[in-house]
Structure formats: C-alpha cells, structure tokens
C-alpha cells in the first residue's frame, strides 16, 4: 500500500485531495509511517530525486522526473521494505534494552546521576550506568557525550566504549562512540586513556586521542572551549571527512540524509555549522566542495559528489 501512495504522489504532487487522503492513511495506523519510510528508502536507492537545492543557501527547488518512478518501485519497493525497517527498528530496539539514558533525533539530554555528576548527551545517544562502592562506570553505548565529573577519590569515573576507557581525574571531557571510531577530547583537568593496544595517555584540558575502529590509536590538540559545543547546536570540523561530519549531522535531522561519491566522502572540510538547520549545514558543505543537495521531501536529502 505503501508503494502504491509513493506512485501516486509523485505522478500528480499538486493534487490537494490526493495528498488529504494520504494524511489519513498516515494516521490510521501506527505502523504507515515506518512503512512509508521504507519505500522511500527503496525509492532513493534506486536514484529517484525530485528537487535540488544548491549554494550556500540550501533552497530547495523543483527539478522535473525523467525516469519511470512505476517501473521503480514495483521492482523493488516490496523486498527494501521489510529489510528497511529492520535496519532502523533493530539496533534502537536493541540499544534501549541496555541503556539506562538516551536521546532523540535532535535531542540534547542533561542528566544528572546520583554521585552529583553531569551528563550530556547529544542526539541519538545512550549510556548504561554501573556505580558501586568501588567504582563508577559509565558504557557509552552509541554516539556522543560530555562529562562533567564530580570529584570522589575513592570511587574512579571511567567511561567505556567501544575501543577505549577514560577515567577522569577531576575533570570535563567529551567521548565519542561512532562508526569513525573512538575519540576523547578533554575540557577541563586530566583523563587517562587505555585503550588494547597502545599504553594509557594521560590527556590534559586541550589534548585528544583518537581510536579507530581497527585499534589504532592517534594524538590530537583541540580548542577546549569548543569541546561539546554541539550541546549549542554548533558542530565544528577540522579537516574532518565529509562522511564523519554527515554522520554527526544525521543526529539532528528527523529523516534520512544520504551521503554518495567516495570522492566527496573522503574530503576535508573545516568550519563551524548550525545544525539547528541540518539542511542549511549540509548546504554550506555542498557549496564548499562544489557538490549538489538533492531532497525528495522535506525528510530525505541526498548530498551528492557526481
């Protein structure tokens, strides 16, 4: 059903009665929306984009179809639907059993745990907490957080992920749990690093340490005052990959974005971007690496490298 709204849409986008009708099926069931979802997923895969946006300013325009959507969509829409929806639905169903705090699309938690410490989370994110007499430890489960420790000698605040623990001394720092990797970047005071396969490093307020997903460990200076300055929706880059900085960008946008072109993928791009607007931010690195913006609707952009 899901497939036939999607043929009919986009054959007659200007039919108000159309689009009144396809609200209601939207709103019958709790289910359409996530099956809407994944047609369109099957539809952007196959390389269907309606409009453009180009430049810095990120306006979106019309641009006329000149392929089949029909031939498309009964090809493939039925089979990407349900392999879709497990790719969204299995990992947050999974991660929610674990985690004793997480955070939306676009979502920036403050959470304050029971020794007096501060927790903030960035979007789509989750903790698990495990605080004992001899220890407290946090599990960052997925994505991005700062900590902001209270001080206790006798109890160590460790933070794991997937490929390193920080404990903190004292301290505010940032960790990262993402498909790039581990990273720890320090704010304010001292952590201590371990990683499995290089000795502890002790980071000061400035200093950052970087663990790919193979192991390998890199040394990095940072601005502290821009540690967590994503918690004012400011994301910055550094000669960061266009692909990490995309994947970052995903946390604030209530759709899908898709990133296409290894070329595209593997620049670097340095700046500061308002993601309060992720389609403005994604506009920006368009612009800037000379690429387009296409969007489908208002929840799924593509950024393309030709």
Not at 51 to 65: D, Q
Not at 92 to 98: F, G, H, I, K, V
Not at 103 to 118: F, N, P, Y
Not at 245 to 264: Q, S
């Amino acid at each position: 059903m899901a497939a036939d709204w999607l043929v009919a849409l986009t054959d007659d986008p200007d039919d108000a009665d159309l689009r009144a009708h396809f609200a209601d099926w939207l709103n019958a069931d709790p289910d359409h929306p996530e099956h809407w979802k994944a047609v369109v997923r099957a539809y952007r895969a196959l390389g269907a984009v309606e409009y453009v946006a180009t430049g810095s300013s990120a306006k979106v325009t019309a641009l006329p179809a000149r392929r089949s959507r029909r031939t498309w969509i009964a090809a493939c829409a039925g089979a990407a639907m349900a392999a879709c929806l497990a790719v969204i639905a299995l990992p947050a169903l999974l991660q929610s059993m674990e985690a004793d705090f997480t955070s939306g699309t676009a979502e920036i938690r403050r959470i304050e745990l029971a020794d007096g410490s501060v927790v903030r989370l960035a979007p789509q994110s989750a903790i698990a907490v495990d605080f004992g007499p001899d220890g407290r430890r946090v599990t960052l489960l997925d994505g991005i957080a700062v900590f902001d420790v209270a001080p206790d000698r006798a109890r160590p605040f460790s933070v794991t992920a997937a490929q390193a623990t920080a404990t903190a001394i004292g301290t505010e720092f940032e960790v990262r749990r993402v498909d790039a990797g581990d990273s720890v970047a320090v704010r304010e005071g001292v952590v201590e690093v371990a990683t499995a396969q290089a000795a502890p490093a002790r980071l000061q307020a400035g200093q950052a340490v970087r663990v790919s997903p193979s192991g390998s460990v890199q040394r990095a200076t940072v601005i502290p005052a821009q540690v967590g300055l994503w918690a004012d929706r400011l994301v910055t880059a550094r000669e960061r990959p266009v692909a990490d900085l995309v994947a970052e960008i995903r946390r604030y946008y209530a759709g899908i974005i898709l990133l296409r072109g290894d070329a595209l993928a593997d620049q670097p791009v340095s700046g500061i971007f308002d993601v309060s607007d992720p389609a403005a931010a994604l506009g920006l690195i368009a612009a800037s690496q000379g690429a387009e913006l296409y969007a489908i609707s208002p929840w799924l952009l593509v950024l393309d490298g030709g």
